[in-house]
Each structure stands twice: as C-alpha cells, then as structure tokens.
C-alpha cells in the first residue's frame, strides 16, 4: 500500500464516528447554552473548558469518518 492510500474503513467503525462526532457537536451546543444560563463565573468558565474538549472530540471523530 502507498503512503497515500487510505485503509478502508468498516461501515460500523464510520457509524460510530459519526455518531461520536454529532453527540460531541450536541456536547459542545448544550454546554453552549447552560454557559448562557449561569451567572457564576466559575461554572461558565468550566463549561467552556468542556466545550472546547468536546469541540476537540467532535474533530477527531470528524477525521475518522474518512
């Protein structure tokens, strides 16, 4: 196989990214959204944190789709 050839990749494996990426995209919005609802400093800078670890899944499953 040449560097450039990618190995396939089972129907279930890119099922399962895909369904990584969209729950890791729905972290990152629900996050989002209880951020806007708190007053406390400290739970919206958590939240943040969390959502940029999510934002950080949602991409890794991204490029395990291909």
Not at 15 to 22: E, K, N
Not at 53 to 64: E, L, P, Y
Request: glycine letters at 10%; hydrophobic letters at 50%.
């Amino acid at each position: 196989m040449s560097p450039m050839e990618k190995p396939e990749r089972s129907p279930a494996a890119r099922l399962a990214a895909t369904i990584g990426m969209y729950g890791s995209a729905l972290g990152v919005f629900t996050c989002g959204w209880l951020a806007m609802q708190s007053s406390d400093w400290r739970v919206i800078v958590g939240l943040t944190v969390l959502a940029g670890v999510a934002g950080v899944a949602a991409q890794a499953f991204s490029k395990r789709r291909s």
